[in-house]
C-alpha cells in the first residue's frame, strides 16, 4: 500500500527534511508540505478545509492510498514561551488538537512530533514513553497539552514521536551557535549538568517516514539518536568533527547560565519501546553527529 502524506510545518528545520526524503521514497505516492502563512494550523477551518481537498485529491488517484499526516510544526522558543504561553498553547496544543479531529474525519493516521520537555526531568535514567509526566516549564506544558488531545481524539490512529536536543542543516540551532562560537572565541563555556541525547534531524525524519508506513500500535514512542552525554560532552565532539581542539570547550553549571525557563537536568529518553514495535533503530548520538557533518557539513558550519 502506498503512502500519501500531508506535512506541515515544510519550512523549518524536520519538516523541510520530511518533505524533501518523502520525494525519494519510491513507495510514497503523495507528499505534500503545507505551512505559514498560507496555513495556519491554529484556524479550525483551514485545516478541516486543508485535510478534506489532500483526501479526495489522494483518493482521486487511489483509495488504497494509507493516509498519514506528520506534525513536526510546533512554537519551539523555549524561554519565549514563558510570556507567551497563549501563543505556545495554541500552536502546539490546539492545533494538533484540530489536526487529529480532521484526521478522523477523512481517515488518516496523524504521527505528531513532541518533546523530552514533558518530563520533569529529574530522573536518574532513561524515561519510558508511560512514565509520569512533569513539565517544568510553558513549553513542555503546552506540548504535553498536545499529547493528550491527539490520543483522546484519535486513539486508534495517532503516533506520537518525542524527540531531544534536535539540530540540523536547516534552520538555527545549537551546532550551528557552536561552530560560530568556535569561530569568535578562544575557549567556550557549555552546561555540564544538562544530560540528554542530540538528534540529527536526517535521522529523525528517516524514522518518522518509517512509523508513517508501519504498521505498529497507536501511542507515545521516543526517537532520538542513542546514548546520552551533557551539552558540554556535546561542544566537545562538534569541535572535534571541525577539526579544532576539544581542549577549548570549558565546563559551567546550569546556576551559571540563568534562563527564563527551567531545562531539565536528565533528558534521555528509553528507544525499548521503539525497538520493541521492529522499527529501524536509531544510531548512537555520536554517529549521529558524525552522518550530519558528513552530509550537511556546510550548512552546520555556516
Given amino acids: 500500500m502506498a503512502l500519501a502524506l500531508l506535512i506541515t510545518g515544510h519550512k523549518g528545520q524536520l519538516g523541510s527534511d520530511l518533505l524533501r526524503r518523502a520525494h525519494g521514497e519510491k513507495d510514497i505516492a503523495f507528499a505534500r508540505g503545507i505551512d505559514l502563512p498560507e496555513h495556519d494550523l491554529t484556524d479550525p477551518f483551514t485545516v478541516r478545509d486543508t485535510l478534506e481537498e489532500w483526501a479526495r485529491v489522494v483518493r482521486s488517484d487511489s483509495p488504497e492510498h494509507k493516509l498519514v499526516v506528520l506534525n513536526p510544526a510546533a512554537y519551539t522558543a523555549v524561554d519565549k514561551a ?3 504561553e497563549d501563543l505556545a498553547y495554541a500552536v502546539n496544543a490546539t492545533a494538533p488538537a484540530l489536526l487529529a479531529t480532521s484526521c478522523k474525519e477523512v481517515g488518516a493516521g496523524l ?105 505498529v500500535p497507536p501511542g507515545a514512542y521516543h526517537g532520538t539518536n542513542r546514548g546520552q552525554t551533557s551539552w558540554f560532552g556535546f561542544a566537545q565532539a562538534v569541535f572535534e568533527e571541525i577539526g579544532a581542539d576539544p581542549a577549548r570547550v570549558q565546563p559551567t553549571d546550569s546556576a551559571s547560565f540563568v534562563t527564563p525557563a527551567t531545562r531539565p537536568a536528565y533528558s534521555v529518553m528509553s528507544g525499548a519501546k521503539w525497538d520493541a514495535a521492529g522499527l529501524p533503530p536509531f544510531p548512537s548520538w555520536r554517529e549521529g553527529l558524525a552522518e550530519a557533518f558528513r552530509v550537511e557539513g556546510d550548512a552546520l558550519r555556516g
Fill in 111 to 215: 504521527v505528531h512530533v513532541s518533546t523530552d520537555y514533558v518530563f520533569p526531568g529529574d530522573a536518574s535514567e532513561p524515561y519510558e514513553p508511560d512514565d509520569p509526566k512533569g513539565p517544568t516549564n510553558a513549553y513542555g506544558r503546552t506540548k504535553l497539552a498536545g499529547e493528550l488531545a491527539i490520543a483522546e481524539i484519535l486513539p486508534d490512529a495517532h503516533w506520537i514521536v518525542r524527540t531531544a536536543w534536535l539540530y540540523g542543516g536547516g534552520g538555527a540551532n545549537i551546532v550551528k551557535t557552536m561552530c560560530r562560537l568556535e569561530r569568535e572565541r578562544e575557549t567556550v563555556s557549555f552546561i555540564a549538568d544538562q544530560v540528554g541525547s542530540p538528534t540529527w534531524a536526517g535521522h529523525l525524519a528517516s524514522r518518522l517516514l518509517d512509523i508513517a508506513r508501519a504498521d
Fill in 82 to 84: 514563558e510570556s507567551e
